[in-house]
């Protein structure tokens, strides 16, 4: 055997990995596309993303990539066109997976494999402009108005930048007055009709995280001076405080109103010696696009299949639009997610664990597309305590039903 003989991967498909010819082996898939729109990984835990290709584009033979949060590319984000990546195929159980070895490794148009890291800060960014902190600031730049001794920092551990004007010592707080901003690099917004800012972050101990954490755009500031010397305009934003360290949440932000310019964005964190809380910011996309688009509609009976009996039970369309005129009905789709738990009434799309961990045992939501992440186009299903049903399909105790047909 030749020694420091690089592994060729072998050129193949999805299907081709499912029938167990490339298990173990490195592989290579052309013309693939990630599902969704996100990191490599949620933190502190493995990140579960979805890849199809041409061959089945609506994801009923999708491919798990699964990414653990310690991998050095775990919060960048996903590559958002389509293109060719070398992974290693595995098995877990009854779950095809692929394992990237490096980010180096994808190929897809307009993906930067650094995350941004190697772009030259304080230059004039184009869109998609994407920002991660998993290993550095990037192009973006901390400058602390208020409070020397705080300031925005960088944990590695957390794959994020972190500022508080919270400080513990033994079983003793202290909290002190900070105004700190996290500020990027120009970025041009002409040429397009819409633009959109996706914030993830967790944001903890504040009384008000409206009111201390905000978002900001001026069209005059200098790289690296002072905020204070430039005109700033407040960029609406509606953030919500997390439950714990594992509850990221992302938000997003409508930045239309600037469109046809030049424009520096910020966020900006203030505390007082009587209330800090803590924000971690995990990545800062700015793309051409429309904040809270509208939902596409939900299907209706006409779009609908089947009987709803046990050997021809209807599709998940078909069940939308029933489900206030039948009782009792036979119905299958693609599990794709659950509720979350403490709620009692589902509204939007936040409601839903789409990917894992998820929390509550009580319930899965399906679809006729393993890739849906709408809510308007699910049924939730109700699993009832002590039935096998609930034992053998709630997501919490498997999550490898996750993207499985049920009926």
């Given at each position: 055997m030749a020694n420091n003989k690089p592994i060729e991967p072998a050129r193949t498909t999805i299907s081709e990995i499912k029938t167990g010819r490339y298990l173990a082996g490195l592989v290579r898939l052309e013309n693939v596309w990630f599902t969704e729109q996100t990191t490599f990984a949620q933190l502190n835990d493995y990140g579960n993303r979805y890849l199809v290709d041409a061959e089945n584009p609506t994801g009923s033979d999708r491919f798990v990539v699964r990414t653990s949060s310690y991998a050095n590319f775990a919060n960048n984000p996903l590559p958002t066109d389509t293109g060719n990546l070398v992974a290693?195929?595995?098995?877990?159980?009854?779950?095809?997976?692929?394992?990237i070895r490096s980010a180096s490794?994808?190929?897809?148009?307009?993906?930067?494999?650094?995350?941004?890291?190697?772009?030259?800060?304080?230059?004039?960014?184009?869109?998609?402009?994407?920002?991660?902190?998993?290993?550095?600031?990037?192009?973006?730049?901390?400058?602390?108005?208020?409070?020397?001794?705080q300031f925005w920092k960088l944990e590695t551990l957390y794959n994020a930048v972190v500022m508080t004007g919270h400080i513990q010592e033994g079983d003793?707080?202290?909290?002190?007055?900070?105004e700190d901003w996290l500020v990027s690099s120009p970025v041009s917004l002409e040429g397009?009709?819409?633009?959109?800012?996706t914030l993830t972050y967790i944001g903890r101990y504040f009384n008000n995280?409206?009111?201390?954490?905000?978002?900001?755009?001026?069209?005059?500031?200098?790289?690296?001076?002072?905020?204070?010397?430039?005109?700033?305009?407040?960029?609406?934003?509606?953030?919500?405080?997390?439950?714990?360290?594992?509850?990221?949440?992302?938000?997003?932000?409508?930045?239309?109103?600037?469109?046809g310019q030049t424009v520096t964005f910020a966020v900006k964190y203030i505390s007082s010696d009587?209330?800090?809380?803590?924000?971690?910011?995990?990545?800062?996309?700015?793309?051409?696009?429309?904040?809270?688009?509208?939902?596409?509609?939900?299907?209706?009976?006409?779009?609908?299949?089947?009987?709803?009996?046990?050997?021809?039970?209807?599709?998940?369309?078909?069940?939308?639009?029933?489900?206030?005129?039948?009782?009792?009905?036979?119905?299958?789709?693609?599990?794709?997610?659950?509720?979350?738990?403490?709620?009692?009434s589902v509204s939007s799309n936040a409601d839903i664990n789409w990917n894992g961990p998820f929390d509550l045992a009580t319930n899965v939501i399906i679809a006729d597309d393993a890739a849906c992440r709408e809510i308007s186009q699910c049924i939730i299903v109700n699993l009832p305590a002590g039935k096998p049903l609930r034992t053998q399909v709630n997501l919490m105790d498997n999550p490898g039903n996750l993207g499985k047909l049920r009926a």
């Amino acid at each position: 055997m030749a020694n420091n003989k690089p592994i060729e991967p072998a050129r193949t498909t999805i299907s081709e990995i499912k029938t167990g010819r490339y298990l173990a082996g490195l592989v290579r898939l052309e013309n693939v596309w990630f599902t969704e729109q996100t990191t490599f990984a949620q933190l502190n835990d493995y990140g579960n993303r979805y890849l199809v290709d041409a061959e089945n584009p609506t994801g009923s033979d999708r491919f798990v990539v699964r990414t653990s949060s310690y991998a050095n590319f775990a919060n960048n984000p996903l590559p958002t066109d389509t293109g060719n990546l070398v992974a290693i195929a595995s098995l877990y159980r009854d779950t095809w997976q692929l394992i990237i070895r490096s980010a180096s490794e994808l190929e897809f148009n307009n993906y930067d494999p650094t995350g941004g890291q190697n772009a030259d800060p304080g230059e004039v960014q184009s869109l998609p402009y994407k920002q991660s902190f998993g290993s550095g600031f990037g192009t973006y730049m901390s400058y602390s108005v208020i409070g020397d001794d705080q300031f925005w920092k960088l944990e590695t551990l957390y794959n994020a930048v972190v500022m508080t004007g919270h400080i513990q010592e033994g079983d003793q707080h202290f909290y002190y007055a900070n105004e700190d901003w996290l500020v990027s690099s120009p970025v041009s917004l002409e040429g397009i009709e819409q633009a959109k800012m996706t914030l993830t972050y967790i944001g903890r101990y504040f009384n008000n995280i409206n009111n201390d954490v905000t978002v900001w755009a001026s069209t005059d500031y200098e790289y690296g001076t002072n905020p204070a010397m430039a005109t700033w305009t407040q960029v609406p934003a509606n953030l919500v405080t997390s439950s714990s360290w594992s509850d990221t949440k992302t938000a997003e932000l409508s930045l239309s109103q600037f469109v046809g310019q030049t424009v520096t964005f910020a966020v900006k964190y203030i505390s007082s010696d009587a209330n800090a809380g803590t924000m971690e910011v995990m990545s800062i996309f700015i793309e051409e696009g429309n904040a809270g688009d509208n939902p596409p509609p939900g299907p209706t009976p006409s779009e609908g299949e089947g009987t709803g009996t046990a050997d021809d039970p209807y599709n998940v369309a078909a069940g939308i639009g029933l489900q206030n005129d039948e009782p009792t009905a036979w119905v299958h789709g693609y599990i794709v997610g659950a509720v979350k738990s403490g709620l009692t009434s589902v509204s939007s799309n936040a409601d839903i664990n789409w990917n894992g961990p998820f929390d509550l045992a009580t319930n899965v939501i399906i679809a006729d597309d393993a890739a849906c992440r709408e809510i308007s186009q699910c049924i939730i299903v109700n699993l009832p305590a002590g039935k096998p049903l609930r034992t053998q399909v709630n997501l919490m105790d498997n999550p490898g039903n996750l993207g499985k047909l049920r009926a």
